[in-house]
């Protein structure tokens, strides 16, 4: 079955410290996205990727980095940059807008 | 940028109906989706909405007025299991790259 997949789950990453949260598709889609999920608000473009070896910047890119070196793999890192890094973090694909994103099962973060 | 409001919480009764609104502001429609995410888990795909007009599917259609603004979902034959956050999300001509989302409304339904 295709589809995208995102790990780990849950990852608790101490003050100072760079942590990678992975995604993978197998869906063959083209755009890649990492949007991050706050309670009450809603979901914030990190970066996303419109092809391999390409990438943009969403609307909160500060603190993070990505790098798209397969179609398959979109990549995250979360730096000690990012002063507020505790949220859910959703990735995504697309191949045709008529069916919107899919999204991963989302990897939750806490500082600790 | 786009501006995208929804009521944050609705409470309902098992088989009853619901009608979620979604008002947006974009400098270029370019299509309006639903979603629903469980607690803790993915949001889904429930629907798109590029023309005005009802899309039915199922228990659940979506509507659209491009000329409002203006979308709904509503869901009928309410179930439990149909307790979750409904998400409406826009894609912007401008930035057709990528759907901007509302804050989610939080559905809940009681037996």
């Known amino acids: 079955d295709g589809g995208i997949t995102q790990s780990p789950k849950y990852l608790f990453r101490k003050e100072g410290q760079n942590v990678t949260l992975s995604c993978e598709q197998n869906?063959?889609?083209?755009?890649m996205y990492w949007y991050r999920q706050d309670p009450g608000q809603g979901l914030r473009l990190i970066y996303y990727?419109?092809?391999?070896?390409d990438f943009q910047k969403g609307d909160i890119a500060e603190g993070y980095s990505v790098s798209r070196e397969k179609k398959e793999s979109f990549p995250l890192t979360v730096t000690s940059a990012q002063k507020n890094p505790t949220a859910f973090y959703l990735c995504?694909?697309?191949?045709?807008w008529g069916r919107g994103y899919t999204f991963g099962s989302g990897t939750r973060l806490t500082v600790v | 940028g786009q501006n995208i409001d929804q009521p944050t919480e609705m409470t309902a009764t098992e088989g009853a109906i619901v009608q979620i609104n979604c008002t947006y502001q974009?400098?270029?429609?370019?299509?309006l989706f639903w979603y629903q995410q469980h607690a803790g888990e993915a949001p889904t795909f429930l629907s798109y909405?590029?023309?005005?007009g009802l899309e039915e599917k199922g228990r659940f259609s979506s509507f659209l007025s491009r000329s409002k603004g203006y979308s709904y979902l509503l869901l009928k034959e309410l179930q439990m299991k149909d307790s979750a956050s409904y998400l409406c999300?826009?894609?912007?001509?401008?930035?057709?790259?990528?759907?901007?989302f509302g804050a989610g409304t939080t559905v809940t339904v009681r037996a």
């Open positions: 999300a826009v894609r912007d001509s401008s930035n057709d790259y990528k759907l901007s």
């Open positions: 974009t400098s270029g429609f370019n299509g």
């Open positions: 909405n590029v023309l005005d």
């Open positions: 869906l063959n889609h083209d755009a």
């Open positions: 990727s419109q092809i391999v070896n």
């Open positions: 995504a694909s697309n191949g045709a």
